[in-house]
């Protein structure tokens, strides 16, 4: 009956069932991503660790898709950012530090779980950090390795090398495959944001052909491409933070000659 009122009043009737459903599609996206997570964390504890790897790219995939389909549709929520930041601890923590215990540090006993629960840990203060910081400072860069390009690097690695660790001495090579991300998720550093990677609206024709670049490549060569992508974005923030050092102290070291030349030139 309201309907019928609304549209003898010229009125359009609101398209209830569609807003429920664009609303309930990022929550889907990010179901699969939890999906992926969880399916990687099975997988892992099977052996099977070629199969388990890739489900943490997926995961990245989706992740990424789940918040521009949110801001696209107009349908975010703090429910929705909650949500997504729950899924992320289990893709971005607990899957790759499954992954990589049951890959490489299983044979350190000890230290190996310790050094998995240090994952764990990093991954979920930074999302913590992200959700508090997120809407602040440059949208061009993270502040921190975000959580899933650090869950490339593990996940990338044991794709490539899937043998695996046998021996504890062995093993020692995998500490760094885990500390090294770990530690660079809840550093300052500055790392670009993907969107900031993607060339701006003027030359918005090279998009396309820079994601099938990518696709062509992975599809090449997928093992070797996906180590290099995420071992040259992990480098990226160290190379970065190390040229603004040195542009720093350059600048300070060029300041105080500056400052003497114009007191001299600088007519009494």
Do not use: H
């Amino acid at each position: 009956m309201s309907r019928v009122l609304s549209m003898f009043r010229g009125q359009t009737p609101r398209p209830r069932r569609f807003r429920r459903g664009t609303y309930l599609l990022p929550s889907l996206f990010t179901v699969a991503n939890m999906f992926c997570g969880w399916a990687c964390i099975v997988f892992a504890m099977r052996g099977e660790y070629v199969t388990a790897a890739p489900f943490i790219g997926f995961a990245i995939v989706l992740d990424g898709l789940d918040g521009r389909v949110a801001r696209a549709t107009g349908a975010t929520s703090e429910f929705g950012v909650e949500f997504d930041s729950l899924a992320d601890v289990i893709s971005f923590g607990v899957a790759p530090a499954t992954l990589v215990f049951a890959w490489g540090l299983e044979p350190l006993g000890r230290l190996g779980w310790a050094v998995a629960f240090l994952w764990l840990a990093a991954a979920a203060v930074r999302l913590a950090r992200f959700n508090i910081q997120g809407k602040e400072g440059d949208k061009r860069y993270f502040i921190g390795l975000p959580s899933p390009a650090a869950a490339g690097v593990p996940a990338s690695t044991v794709f490539a090398f899937p043998l695996g660790f046998a021996e504890p001495g062995a093993a020692l090579a995998a500490l760094p495959i885990v500390l090294v991300p770990a530690a660079l998720m809840v550093s300052r550093l500055r790392f670009r944001s993907f969107g900031a990677l993607i060339p701006g609206r003027r030359r918005s024709y090279l998009t396309p052909l820079a994601i099938a670049a990518v696709i062509a490549a992975i599809a090449a060569q997928p093992q070797a491409v996906l180590v290099v992508m995420a071992y040259t974005y992990l480098a990226s923030g160290i190379i970065g933070a190390a040229m603004n050092r040195g542009q720093r102290r350059r600048s300070r070291l060029t300041r105080p000659a500056d400052s003497d030349v114009s007191a001299v030139e600088r007519p009494a």
